[in-house]
């Protein structure tokens, strides 16, 4: 049914709930998870970095490595193989075309609790994902 659940993180708490999810419904179906962290990069808002500034690949590196390490700190993933991946890009748009590109049989991502004011001022990506994906989506508060 679900045979690949694609988990976005940025590590936080939210995050981490999600996965948590994730991995229990991946252990009762025999699925395997995506486990996606996107580097927001100013370029995927249309900026572009004044001339003599940038930001070296090794810093960005570092930075997805670390950020997808700190997903799992504390959380049993058992028998179930997951499999990190990280992209660079603006997180709703980036976390759409993993779905796209991955086939991905549902995604299960956490939620910062926005209200639904606040939500549509900031543009949530959870939000966003939920709107416009192409298979299930599970919001874990």
């Given at each position: 049914m679900f045979k690949t659940i694609l988990v976005p993180t940025d590590a936080s708490e939210a995050?981490?709930?999600?996965?948590?999810?994730?991995?229990?419904?991946?252990?009762?179906?025999?699925?395997?998870?995506?486990?996606?962290?996107?580097?927001f990069t100013p370029e995927a808002m249309g900026y572009t970095l004044s001339s003599g500034i940038s930001v070296p690949q090794e810093e960005i590196s570092i930075y997805w490595k670390e950020a997808l390490a700190a997903a799992t700190i504390g959380i049993d993933t058992g028998s179930v193989c997951i499999e990190k991946?990280?992209?660079?890009?603006?997180?709703?748009?980036?976390?759409?075309?993993?779905?796209?590109?991955?086939?991905?049989?549902?995604?299960v991502m956490g939620n910062r609790g926005y209200g639904p004011i606040?939500?549509?001022?900031?543009?949530?990506?959870?939000?966003?994902?939920?709107?416009?994906?192409?298979?299930?989506?599970?919001?874990?508060?």
């Open positions: 995050a981490q709930r999600a996965l948590k999810v994730a991995l229990e419904l991946a252990k009762e179906l025999g699925s395997r998870i995506v486990l996606l962290h996107v580097v991946k990280h992209k660079p890009g603006h997180p709703g748009l980036a976390i759409l075309e993993e779905i796209k590109s991955g086939k991905i049989d549902l995604v606040a939500g549509a001022l900031l543009g949530s990506v959870s939000q966003r994902v939920l709107n416009q994906a192409v298979c299930p989506v599970m919001i874990v508060k």
